[in-house]
């Protein structure tokens, strides 16, 4: 299946290049979404660590800190 682009307010099929280009910048974008995810599951789990060595939930940590 031709993908397809708006070029100036003109609907056409992409070109092999461009295709390719934006096929490539789709997987870019994904793989950088996929490792902010990552990150933030990563730092939640470190703070619910401190939280669960502390004994706190987060709502009294911050109440504590707020």
């Known amino acids: 299946m031709t993908?397809?682009?708006s070029d100036n307010g003109v609907d056409r099929d992409?070109?092999?290049d461009e295709e390719t280009e934006?096929?490539?910048w789709q997987?870019?974008?994904f793989a950088k979404a996929k490792a902010r995810a990552d990150a933030?599951?990563?730092?939640?789990l470190a703070?619910?660590?401190v939280l669960d060595k502390l004994?706190?939930?987060a709502d009294e940590a911050?109440?504590?800190l707020g």
Do not use: E, N
């Not at 933030?40 to 939640?44: E, F, M, R, S």
């Open 22 to 24: 934006f096929l490539a």
């Open 47 to 49: 703070r619910q660590a």
């Open 27 to 29: 997987k870019r974008s």
């Open 3 to 5: 993908m397809r682009i």
């Open 62 to 64: 911050a109440a504590l």
């Open 55 to 57: 004994g706190l939930t």
């Open 14 to 16: 992409m070109t092999a």
């Open 40 to 44: 933030q599951t990563a730092k939640d």
